[in-house]
Structure formats: structure tokens, C-alpha cells
């Protein structure tokens, strides 16, 4: 009996070295991931992928490109639909506790759509940015802009909430979102609105080279 004490005692060593080892790895995970620094995408319907199948939204796709790049960023979409900017101030606690390096802002549509007074959409606009300021976050601001048929006077007044905070901010800006889509077929959905798959793809190339002098690898 004596002669088996060690080599029993040997394989029980190794086999707990080998559970803790793993365990080791498990809890260490999310510490690794952690290491990533994070990309919000905040926004409305157009940052959610409405309409659109998962894994095919703006976010996803720069999800891609930015791996493909070597950039190791973890992107995580925060798109709501019908979010207006009343509804971004109210969640901006919800964005900044995420930690995040670097924000794409991209609302507006909706306060547009719903013929908000321009000045109420700066002013929320400008807290969310100023917000994000003073976190020490890094920000692109991505501009949209209106249908012919809300008038030039009211669109004009809308565009120019983006150009001139982007300005005030000094933030990375794309005045207009849907500028490299706008005559490129099938990439509106049938509602007139919102980017297909081919559109998603699309917009996060327009904003990558926006957005890439806020990286680092």
C-alpha cells in the first residue's frame, strides 16, 4: 500500500493544477477584454440597424473594418430606434459609465423628422457633447440632414446645429452621414429612410477615415 501514496498523490496534484489553471484562464477572460478600448456608437434607428438583419448595422460593419485594420477596438452599439436628442441627454449617464475612448454622436434625424425647433436639438445636442467633454471622451460627430419637403429655411437652420457644434466642440465631425450613399442604388431600405445592409457598409466607411486619427493601435 505504501509504494501507491506518492504516485496517487502526484495525479491528484496535477489534476488540481490543471482545474485551477483553467478556472485561472476562465476569470481572466473579461480582464483581457477589458484591455480593448471601447467604441460607442450612440444614436438613433441609423446606428441601431433598423430594419436590418443582426450583424448588419453601421457599427458592425466598422466593427470589421477596424479589425481589419489591426485596430483593437471593441464596438458596441448603443442605437436606439426613434431616439431623439431629448432622449441621448437622458442617457448619457448610461454612455459614460460604459468608459468609453471614443464616442460616435449620431442623432438629430428624429427631432428633424418631428419638425423640433432647431434651437431645442442644439441645445440638447451641445449638453451631450459637453458631457462627453468632460469625460475625457473623444468624439465624432456625425451630421444628417432633412428631406426637400420640410422647406430651405428650416433645413438650413438644421444643418447648421452640426457644423456650428461641431466648431464650438472641436470634435471629428462628418456633416452629412449619407453623403457617399445618397445616389448609390439599394442602399435605401423601402422606407426612404434607413440604410440597407449595402448602405450600413457604406456609411461606416465614410466615417473611418473621420475617425481614425482618433485611434491608436
Same mark, same amino acid.
Given at each position: 500500500m505504501p509504494r501507491f501514496t506518492v504516485p496517487y498523490t502526484i495525479h491528484v496534484d496535477v489534476r488540481? /493544477?490543471?482545474?485551477?489553471? #483553467?478556472?485561472?484562464?476562465?476569470?481572466?477572460?473579461?480582464?483581457?477584454?477589458?484591455?480593448?478600448? #471601447?467604441?460607442?456608437?450612440?444614436?438613433?434607428?441609423? /446606428?441601431?440597424?433598423?430594419?436590418?438583419? /443582426?450583424?448588419?448595422?453601421?457599427?458592425?460593419?466598422?466593427?470589421?473594418?477596424?479589425?481589419?485594420a489591426g485596430y483593437h477596438y471593441k464596438v458596441i452599439n448603443q442605437g436606439t430606434s426613434g431616439a431623439t436628442t431629448k432622449d441621448a441627454l437622458a442617457n448619457i449617464r448610461t454612455i459614460l459609465s460604459l468608459r468609453p475612448q471614443i464616442v460616435i454622436v449620431e442623432f438629430g434625424g428624429n427631432d428633424g423628422l418631428r419638425g423640433l425647433p432647431p434651437n431645442v436639438t442644439r441645445h440638447n445636442l451641445d449638453q451631450v457633447l459637453t458631457a462627453l467633454e468632460t469625460a475625457h471622451i473623444k468624439i465624432l460627430l456625425a451630421g444628417i440632414t432633412l428631406p426637400p419637403d420640410y422647406g430651405a429655411d428650416y433645413i438650413q437652420s438644421f444643418d447648421q446645429i452640426f457644423t456650428s457644434l461641431a466648431a464650438q466642440h472641436h470634435t471629428a465631425f462628418v456633416p452629412m452621414l449619407y453623403k457617399d450613399l445618397v445616389h448609390v442604388p439599394g442602399t435605401i431600405q423601402d422606407d426612404g429612410i434607413h440604410p440597407t445592409a449595402k448602405g450600413s457598409a457604406i456609411i461606416a466607411d465614410t466615417l473611418f477615415p473621420v475617425l481614425k486619427p482618433l485611434l491608436h493601435k
Open positions: 488540481r /493544477t490543471l482545474i485551477v489553471s #483553467i478556472w485561472l484562464l476562465i476569470l481572466a477572460g473579461p480582464l483581457f477584454a477589458a484591455d480593448r478600448p #471601447i467604441l460607442v456608437c450612440f444614436g438613433d434607428s441609423i /446606428t441601431a440597424g433598423h430594419g436590418l438583419p /443582426t450583424g448588419q448595422s453601421y457599427p458592425d460593419f466598422l466593427q470589421q473594418k477596424l479589425d481589419a
